[in-house]
């Protein structure tokens, strides 16, 4: 499975935890936890979060869905597992949480909500078979689902639905990228950026920016109830000086995957990268992505 460095995904999260909490206001993510708990609002509900990496997941969805929670977080690389202690006791002190790690689990409490926490380490990719489900009540997964392939999704929608248990899935990129100011190769890039997508990241084809649209319409043949909102990603350097960073590291990423799809292209993207350097600093760039839950 491609790995991610907690750099990028410390440096993405500020944009994630803004485009979620505008999708959050309709998904109606406290209710959800209410009703995937029945009739006790004292019983703990068990969610288990796919690719956790730095537990970004967890710090976004467990102060909403509230009341007491069992999260079992699953990561193939230990190096990221290894860091959640230190993240989470870092996001819970400003929130005036109370954590407390212990020797296989960690223990968080918030106002209106506490969750106990393990970590897991499990190639998604490999050991598929070994991932935890029985007992989960909510399967969840942020920026996942354009890296896999359509069959080893129907394996996990297959296996969710014998669980028994609803899905929420976080910040899947639909295929929207819009530059302002537009400058010379902005649609060649975008266009070789999408084929990249589809390459193989250790699950077969990705699905790319198609997984948000083969996701609703698979679950709702499997008589799921699918609710779905925009989270786009608003990266404004205009108004915010960490979005020069962000928009930086976009840059060239998107140069070097494009690059990497087609190097006859090089030369073409290399001034392409040039050409957006020099606007950075007034720059906007919306990245499209949807919020999907299903219940």
Not at 45 to 68: I, K, Q, W
Not at 110 to 126: R, T
Not at 237 to 248: F, K, N
Request: hydrophobic share 50%; net charge negative.
């Amino acid at each position: 499975m491609t790995g991610f460095s907690s750099e990028w995904l410390s440096l993405r999260e500020p944009f994630d935890r803004e485009a979620r909490g505008v999708a959050a206001q309709s998904l109606k993510l406290p209710a959800l936890g209410a009703r995937l708990r029945g009739a006790d609002p004292r019983s703990t509900l068990s969610v288990l979060d796919l690719a956790c990496g730095t537990g970004a997941n967890l710090r976004e969805l467990a102060p909403r869905l509230g009341g007491s929670q069992q999260w079992t977080l699953v990561d193939h690389d230990p190096r990221l597992l290894e860091e959640l202690p230190v993240v989470l006791a870092a996001w819970t002190r400003p929130n005036g949480f109370v954590f407390r790690a212990e020797a296989t689990c960690m223990h968080i409490e918030g106002p209106g909500w506490n969750a106990k926490v393990q970590p897991q380490c499990i190639d998604l990719a490999l050991e598929f078979d070994t991932v935890p489900l029985a007992g989960q009540r909510l399967v969840t997964a942020s920026a996942l689902l354009d890296l896999v392939s359509a069959s080893w999704l129907d394996a996990l929608f297959a296996r969710v639905s014998a669980a028994g248990a609803a899905m929420l899935f976080a910040l899947n990129v639909d295929g929207r990228v819009a530059w302002d100011p537009p400058v010379a190769g902005d649609e060649e890039v975008n266009r070789l950026f999408a084929l990249h997508q589809h390459r193989d990241k250790g699950f077969g084809l990705a699905l790319g920016a198609e997984a948000a649209g083969f996701v609703v319409g698979r679950l709702q043949v499997m008589s799921y109830d699918v609710a779905r909102a925009a989270s786009d990603w608003c990266i404004n350097a205009i108004e915010d000086a960490q979005a020069l960073v962000m928009l930086a590291a976009m840059v060239e990423g998107m140069g070097a995957a494009a690059i990497e799809q087609d190097p006859t292209a090089r030369s073409s993207v290399n001034d392409w990268m040039q050409g957006r350097s020099r606007v950075l600093g007034k720059t906007r760039l919306r990245i499209g992505h949807q919020e999907i839950v299903a219940a």
